[in-house]
């Protein structure tokens, strides 16, 4: 699937800069040490329409690197994963390639352990990275 240039939000080469969820004011810190070109698409309502199914809030592309992001303001972590995977199965430029995926949230609860499993079938069948951020930290691209 192409990226279409109407869900293009911003491309920079900044060393920090924020990425906002579309439905709050919420954001996320993205710290880019070696000045590389990203490129952050809206995922949800954009790239991806609802008939294609869940889907996650944005695709930050840095160099050659896939980063999925999902803000969640509950703590519905599973349904996170299932917007992640979608979003990975239908933009990723290269399956094979090593991905990031992440779910920016307010804090990561006990709630976390009932979903083990699920993360490490999501790791494995999507050859992702994951990784819960809260809204204080920031996610590192390189």
Do not use: W
């Amino acid at each position: 699937m192409s990226l279409k240039n109407e869900c293009l939000v911003q491309t920079t080469s900044e060393k920090s800069f924020r990425v906002y969820s579309d439905d709050s004011n919420k954001s996320v810190e993205i710290i880019n040490e070696k000045m590389l070109k990203c490129e952050e698409y809206k995922v949800d309502k954009c790239l991806l329409k609802e008939q294609d199914g869940k889907q996650c809030d944005k695709l930050l592309l840095a160099d050659v690197n896939e980063h999925f992001i999902e803000f969640k303001s509950n703590h519905d972590f599973s349904k996170g994963i299932d917007q992640l995977s979608n979003s990975i199965k239908m933009l990723s430029q290269n399956k094979s390639a090593l991905k990031y995926s992440y779910i920016v949230c307010n804090k990561v609860g006990k709630g976390q352990a009932n979903i083990l499993n699920k993360i490490a079938k999501f790791k494995n069948n999507y050859h992702s990275k994951f990784k819960f951020v809260p809204y204080k930290n920031f996610i590192k691209v390189s």
